[in-house]
C-alpha cells in the first residue's frame, strides 16, 4: 500500500467522533491542527479546547486507534498549544449538528441566538458552566426546556 | 542559574494553579446547589489542566527528568511555591469565591502580561490559560457582587471573608531576585508593577458589592518564596498526594 495524502489523512479524522459530542468529528471541533508525512513517519498536530479537558486524552487514543486500523504504522501525536483553541474553529457542518443534536451552537455576541429545540429567543442563562469544560446551561421561556450552549472562547 | 530561576518562576504559576485547584476540587458535591457544584468542579479542572502545562514546563527546564505528576506528588510542604492565599481554607461557600476572585483578578492581569513573554513556551501556556482565566474572573466577579450587595446575612459574610482574605493579596505583589531575573530575561512582568490595574479591577468590583476593602497594608508572605507555608498545606498535601505516597508509582 502506497502513503495515503494527507487529504485522505483529513478524511479520515473527519469520521473519528468527538468522545463527549459524538455528533461531530474532531475535524468539525478544530482542534486537528497540523497532518503532515515527515518521511515515512506521520505528524499529526492537537490543541486542547479546555486545559483540563478530561477528553483530551480519550481524543488522542481514537486518533491514534482510527489511523492504526487504516494501516498507518509510523504516527507521532503532538500536542499544540499556541495559537489557543478558539470556537471560531468550529466547521460551519459542525455547528449545524450541534443544533440539531440540541446543543446550541457558540455565536460571537457570546449567548445562544435561539433555543435549539423550539427557536425561540426568550432565553436565560441558568449557568456559566456545564457537563462538559466547553459548555454552559441555558433555558428557553418559550418551549421551557434547558439546553446546553457550546461556550464561545 | 538563569535557568533556575525560570525553574522558580514556573513552579510559582503551577503551585498557585495546584493548590487552588485543588482546594477548589473539594467542593465537588458539596455546593449548596448544582449549577454551583458543576461551576467549581469546573474551575478546578481549567486550574488544574494549567498546572499541567506549568510544571510541565518546569520539569522540562529543570532537566533532571521530573514530570507535572512528579512536581505535584512527589514534593513536600517547604517545596511548594504557591502564595498563601491559595492554600487557604475554603471556608464558607462566599470565602471560597472571595479566594477565587482575588485570584482570578490577579492571574487576569498577569496571563495578559505573560502573553507577550520573551520566551514563547511561557506565551502559549498564558495565551491558552488567559481565556479560561477571563471566564473565571466574569464569574466570581459577579458572585462576589451579588453576595456582596445581598442579603444582610450574605453581605456580612463576604465582608468577613474580605477582611480574613485580603492581608493575604500583597504577597502576590511582592518580588524578589527571581522576578528580578525574569524581568531581565524579559520572561515575566515585576509583581509590582501589576498592582495599579490589579487595584482598579478589584475596587470596580468589590465596591460594586458594597465591600469595604481593609485599610492595613500589612500582608503575609512566605508561600512563593518557600519560606514558610499556612499549616493549611501540610494538610491540603496529605489528602492530595495520599496515593502516590502509600502506593508509590502507582499508575492507571
Not at chain 2, 525553574?7 to 510559582?12: A, D, G, H, M, N
Request: proline share 5%.
Amino acid at each position: 500500500m502506497g502513503q495515503p495524502s494527507v487529504d485522505t489523512i483529513w478524511d479520515w479524522l473527519d469520521q473519528v467522533p468527538d468522545p463527549e459530542i459524538p455528533v461531530i468529528s474532531l475535524v468539525d471541533l478544530g482542534i486537528i491542527r497540523d497532518v503532515k508525512w515527515e518521511g515515512d513517519t506521520l505528524k499529526v498536530a492537537v490543541t486542547p479546547t479546555y486545559s483540563g479537558c478530561p477528553a483530551t486524552s480519550v481524543i488522542n487514543f481514537d486518533i491514534e486507534t482510527a489511523l492504526r486500523d487504516r494501516g498507518i504504522e509510523k504516527l507521532t501525536l503532538t500536542q499544540q498549544l499556541s495559537p489557543p483553541w478558539t470556537t471560531d474553529w468550529l466547521s460551519n457542518k459542525g455547528k449545524a449538528k450541534l443544533e440539531e443534536y440540541g446543543i446550541a451552537p457558540p455565536s460571537p455576541k457570546g449567548e445562544p441566538d435561539r433555543c435549539p429545540n423550539c427557536g425561540g429567543h426568550n432565553l436565560e442563562r441558568t449557568s456559566q458552566f456545564g457537563s462538559t469544560p466547553c459548555k454552559a446551561l441555558w433555558r428557553c421561556r418559550d418551549c421551557l426546556e434547558p439546553f446546553d450552549y457550546f461556550k464561545c472562547i | 542559574m538563569a535557568d533556575n530561576a525560570l525553574f522558580q518562576f514556573l513552579l510559582r504559576m503551577g503551585d498557585n494553579s495546584l493548590i487552588l485547584g485543588h482546594r477548589v476540587s473539594e467542593w465537588c458535591g458539596h455546593s449548596p446547589v448544582l449549577e454551583e457544584d458543576i461551576a467549581l468542579a469546573n474551575t478546578a479542572l481549567d486550574l488544574i489542566g494549567q498546572t499541567q502545562f506549568w510544571l510541565g514546563l518546569a520539569g522540562e527546564v529543570e532537566g533532571k527528568g521530573r514530570t507535572a505528576d512528579d512536581l505535584a506528588f512527589l514534593r513536600d510542604a517547604w517545596d511548594y511555591r504557591n502564595v498563601l492565599l491559595c492554600e487557604l481554607p475554603n471556608g464558607d461557600f462566599g470565602q471560597t469565591l472571595m479566594r477565587q476572585f482575588l485570584y482570578d483578578a490577579w492571574a487576569s492581569v498577569m496571563m495578559g502580561r505573560l502573553m507577550t513573554s520573551s520566551d514563547e513556551r511561557v506565551a502559549a501556556i498564558a495565551a491558552k490559560a488567559s481565556k479560561e482565566v477571563a471566564y473565571h474572573v466574569e464569574r466570581s466577579g459577579d458572585t462576589v457582587v451579588g453576595l456582596g450587595d445581598g442579603t444582610e446575612e450574605s453581605h456580612a459574610r463576604m465582608q468577613a471573608a474580605l477582611d480574613y482574605l485580603w492581608p493575604y493579596v500583597g504577597e502576590m505583589f511582592d518580588s524578589d531576585e527571581v522576578d528580578a531575573a525574569m524581568v531581565k530575561a524579559g520572561i515575566a512582568p515585576d509583581p509590582a508593577s501589576l498592582r495599579e490595574e490589579y487595584d482598579a479591577l478589584v475596587g470596580k468590583v468589590l465596591g460594586q458589592a458594597t465591600l469595604t476593602i481593609p485599610t492595613d497594608t500589612f500582608h503575609h508572605k512566605g508561600g512563593r518564596t518557600g519560606y514558610m507555608h499556612t499549616e493549611h498545606l501540610g494538610h491540603l498535601l496529605c489528602t492530595m498526594q495520599w496515593l502516590q505516597r502509600a502506593y508509590p508509582g502507582a499508575t492507571w
